[in-house]
């Protein structure tokens, strides 16, 4: 369970944590981060809620307590990725037998670690992610799929 968390969690963390820096004060983006999609969270608060996420579902696979985080977004994605690294495969041993109690929204669910895990920590974690990014693209950030994963890259001028 720990490969299947900790390591994408903290890579994605790094990519959303490279995507504010785009939006910081003197940037011709500085701003963007407040931008919304119709009635959805704006970009920062997509952000926010994702560096969350991948504690509340971390922690619990972990046998650990969730931490406080700071508000402020920069710091939040920071020590969301620090606890993260702090955390060691061995504290993951028998998580696949645990089950985890939890709220979504207003439901009330218990499901096993791998539920908990793939079924719903990961697809909210990228779900976040996710409309944090297409909330900075129609901002006007120039991002693309290198920025997003961490892994493409195009030539300049190239538009997909």
Do not use: W
Request: net charge neutral; proline share 8%; charged share 15%.
């Amino acid at each position: 369970m720990y490969q299947a968390s900790v390591p994408v969690f903290r890579h994605y963390l790094a990519q959303m944590s490279a995507m504010v820096e785009k939006t910081g004060p003197g940037t011709p983006y500085s701003g963007a981060l407040d931008h919304q999609i119709d009635t959805s969270f704006s970009a920062g608060q997509h952000f926010a809620t994702a560096a969350g996420f991948s504690l509340r579902i971390c922690c619990p696979l972990a046998g650990r307590e969730v931490p406080n985080l700071p508000r402020a977004l920069a710091p939040r994605l920071a020590v969301a990725r620090a606890t993260l690294g702090a955390m060691k495969p061995d504290e993951f041993e028998g998580a696949e037998s645990r089950r985890i109690q939890h709220r979504a929204g207003e439901a009330d669910l218990d499901q096993s670690a791998t539920e908990f895990l793939h079924l719903y920590g990961i697809p909210n974690f990228f779900f976040h992610l996710t409309m944090g990014y297409a909330s900075l693209r129609a901002a006007g950030v120039p991002l693309g799929k290198g920025d997003f994963d961490g892994m493409h890259h195009y030539p300049p001028g190239f538009s997909f």
